[in-house]
């Protein structure tokens, strides 16, 4: 019987032991795979702003794309650019994820985090990260594309410039799963307001964030974190956010591609002119 029963604790034991090293391997594997991941986009990347400045006006094709585009998300949002209650989390979107700034310094140091990610950061915050370098190699990819057609029409307006380079590109699917991505951040952003400490762990972050050459990274985490902190205080206003760039940005998507050049350019006019 003790026998039995020391066999039965043995073959427990062992499971347990398997469980927790399958648990580990686990672990390892999906942290490899956010390096993996995070390092390949943004030197992706760092190569497609190196050979675009090899090319003549491509760079500033690029920078004219991004600058539209700011312009083109500032009129779409002004309301809520106007909102006590949503400016905030507008601002973030239009300069973190919408901008038209230079990231590079940001990009190299994503590239010199990748390593370190998973000691320094919770798995939620490893798992923005990785959205946020699939999210950047997506856009830095169509901007290129959307350049190289902007440099080919540079006889036409602005507008009906953009129009063109649009359906040159077209990669809707890719249009599409950009947008998704982006309000995929927005979520992962929320879901960290609700992670116990990680407020007080970022803010114990700065000091070494700053040593580690991290300091446009953790700007980043610490706006994310207290936009959506803020905003998450009233009920719904987070889902309300979201929603409302989700329908906007497919409505604008869908049009850009389904409707007639003279509609198109109707309505892009009146966002920009929103920004007046």
Sequence with gaps: MNAHRASSDLDLLD???????????????GAMEAKKIIRDAFMHVTLMRQTAAEKPGLAQAVAEIKFFQAQRFAGTY????QSDQYRAAALFFLEELYSDKDYSERDAQFVRMAGPL????PQQVVQTAVSLAQLHRLTEELDRAMAEEWMANAEK?????YILAWHCVGRRADRNMQLTTVIDI????????????????????????????????????ESGFDTFAEMGRQVDRVKYFLATVMEREAYLIDQLFDSSAVACETKIRHLLGQTQ
């Design 78 to 81: 002004s309301d809520l650019l």
């Design 15 to 29: 499971h347990q032991v398997r469980d927790k090293n399958t648990e580990q391997a686990d672990r390892l594997g």
């Design 118 to 121: 998973e000691r320094l950061f």
């Design 157 to 161: 307006p602005a507008i009906a410039r």
């Design 186 to 221: 927005g979520n992962e952003l929320n879901r960290l307001t609700r992670t116990p400490g990680l407020r007080r762990m970022l803010r114990m972050m700065r000091v070494p964030a700053r040593l580690a050459r991290l300091g446009d990274l953790q700007r980043f985490l």
